[in-house]
Structures are given as structure tokens and as C-alpha cells.
């Protein structure tokens, strides 16, 4: 029998780390969202981002996501961590991108909740899929400890 983990093809999902900087520049909080009611793992909290159509780089994806879920337009993308992750419903490759700068103030087009957190973040449940990156923060800023609330 084929071992579907391994084998399954990954879902290329484009995902924004949207990011707030203190005067110094300094990377200050980031932007979680909850998933909305009917998509798998509804209420976990997110990145926000979605899976990259055919025919679409990843800025584009990430340009068109942002806009129909946040309502905003993202200035430069940085893409930044790739990350392999295998859920029950689907392997999904993530494109992790930080992004600093937007127009338009922020919509929650979907039904979503929003949280601007630093670490640890302190809202919960988390998506699997989020916790690396909430590690990869951690060790760029120094943070020792938990990433989040259990
Ligand atoms: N947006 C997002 N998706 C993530 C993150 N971490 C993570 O494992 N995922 C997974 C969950 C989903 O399986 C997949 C994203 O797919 P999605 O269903 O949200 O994408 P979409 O908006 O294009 O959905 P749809 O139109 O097909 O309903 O990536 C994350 O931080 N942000």
C-alpha cells in the first residue's frame, strides 16, 4: 500500500506574514487570523493566505488572498520560509512571505477574528502548520520559551 503521507502531492499555499515595526524597525507583532466557519480547522487561528492557483506566481497568489480576505493591498513581498506540512485532508506546501507594508485598512472579509500578537501569542488554538513559524520568529528575535498558549 502506498504510504499517502509521503506520496500525496503538496498543495502550494501562499501564506503573509504581515508584520508591524517599532520606530527602531524592529519587528514588533504580527497578524493571526482565525479560519472561517466551514473550512477545515475553522476557528484556528493563522496566517492569513491561501492555496496559489494554476497559472499564478506566489506574489500574485499572495496579492489576490490578501485582498479578498483582508481587503488590503499588499506592498513588497518577501518571501522568507518554506515549509512541508501533512494534515488528514490534505498535504500542503507553505509559502511563507513577510510583508510590511499595505494600503487600505484591514477588513475581515470573510467572517475571520484578527490579532495582532508578538510572542508568546496568546491566542488559541493555533493551526499545526503555524507553530514553526511562531519558532522561526522566536530565534530571529531571541525569544526563549513558549511560542504559545497550550
Ligand atoms: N492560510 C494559511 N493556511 C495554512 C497555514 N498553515 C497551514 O498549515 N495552512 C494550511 C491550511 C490549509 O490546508 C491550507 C490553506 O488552504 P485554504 O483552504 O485556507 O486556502 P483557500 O483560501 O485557497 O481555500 P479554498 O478557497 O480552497 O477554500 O494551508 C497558515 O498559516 N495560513
Not at 70 to 85: A, N, S
Not at 111 to 134: D, N
Amino acid at each position: 500500500m502506498p504510504d499517502s503521507a509521503t506520496e500525496r502531492i503538496p498543495v502550494d499555499v501562499a501564506v503573509g506574514v504581515l508584520l508591524r515595526r517599532d520606530a527602531q524597525g524592529r519587528e514588533q507583532s504580527f497578524l493571526l487570523t482565525t479560519r472561517p466557519p466551514g473550512k477545515v480547522y475553522a476557528g484556528h487561528w493563522e496566517f492569513p493566505g491561501g492555496k496559489i492557483e494554476a497559472g499564478e506566481t506566489l506574489e500574485q497568489a499572495l496579492r489576490r488572498e490578501l485582498q479578498e480576505e483582508l481587503g488590503i493591498t499588499i506592498e513588497q513581498v518577501h518571501p522568507w520560509k518554506v515549509d512541508v506540512m501533512d494534515y488528514p485532508h490534505a498535504r500542503v506546501r507553505l509559502h511563507f512571505c513577510k510583508v510590511y507594508d499595505w494600503q487600505g485598512d484591514l477588513q475581515m472579509l470573510e467572517g475571520q477574528q484578527f490579532a495582532w500578537q508578538s510572542l508568546p501569542v496568546q491566542v488559541q488554538p493555533v493551526l499545526p502548520g503555524t507553530i514553526p513559524v511562531l519558532r522561526w520568529l522566536a530565534q530571529e528575535q531571541g525569544f526563549e520559551g513558549n511560542t504559545h498558549v497550550e
